[in-house]
């Protein structure tokens, strides 16, 4: 058996007893892929991950830079309470349509809000409404942004907030200091940024399985 294929064989078995879906969740991913988004969503254990995180961190606003059809969406907005807030940022209007409706099927609607244009564009209207600070940032947009969503991230969260940036392996070419990519160039400048920033902690973790070799960081934001 190929390496692969074993990771896809772990994920299938570790998913189906800890990260069983369900119908929305598989509707999501069916009707996205109908509407011909790309197919790039978290896997269920990483969605999965991501609700764990949020129910640890007691959050009651979470803030998410890339919708894409919700599928992550739906994961993280399950572990707010009643009151909660989910506000998620797409770039495209035809995404955030297929995400919108995703959402309202799993009866969400009432906390998530997708708001629709460029994240960095979004951002600074965000913030001029001073919202009650983030306690978990998930970043899963354009990569050659990440290090400026990790500073917003920073600026709308508090003490002890999570931000979570995906895909920062990209299947290991994130060693290439040469690497002229805008997805590594700008992961690079992410992983740096939390490395030397004093008021982050943070860590990176490699992954393989259905998404094959890729990783996240994860980073605590200091007083």
Excluded: C
Excluded at 38 to 54: C, E, N, R, W, Y
Excluded at 109 to 133: F, Q, Y
Excluded at 206 to 220: C, E, I, M, P, S
Aim: proline letters at 4%; aromatic letters at 6%.
């Amino acid at each position: 058996m190929s390496g692969s294929h074993l990771w896809e064989d772990v994920d299938d078995y570790f998913i189906s007893h800890l990260s069983p879906d369900d119908d929305a969740l598989r509707a999501a991913l069916r009707d996205s892929e109908a509407a011909g988004l790309p197919s790039i969503a978290v896997t269920a254990a990483q969605g999965k991950f991501l609700q764990l995180l949020a129910q640890v961190q007691g959050a009651r606003n979470i803030l998410e830079i890339g919708t894409l059809g919700g599928y992550s969406t739906i994961w993280m907005a399950r572990a707010l309470p009643e009151d909660g807030r989910l506000v998620s940022l797409e770039y495209s209007a035809k995404h955030a349509d297929v995400a919108t409706r995703n959402i309202a099927r799993a009866g969400l609607e009432r906390i998530v809000e997708v708001r629709v244009g460029p994240a960095l564009e979004s951002l600074p209207k965000l913030a001029d409404e001073n919202p009650a600070p983030f306690d978990l940032v998930f970043i899963d947009a354009d990569k050659a942004n990440n290090a400026h969503y990790v500073e917003w991230a920073l600026r709308l969260s508090r003490a002890g907030s999570l931000i979570v940036v995906d895909n920062v392996v990209r299947g290991g070419r994130v060693t290439d200091a040469s690497s002229t990519d805008p997805d590594v160039v700008g992961t690079r400048a992410a992983i740096e940024l939390i490395a030397g920033h004093p008021r982050l902690s943070g860590t990176a973790l490699q992954t393989v399985g259905g998404k094959g070799h890729d990783g996240f960081a994860l980073a605590r934001v200091l007083g």
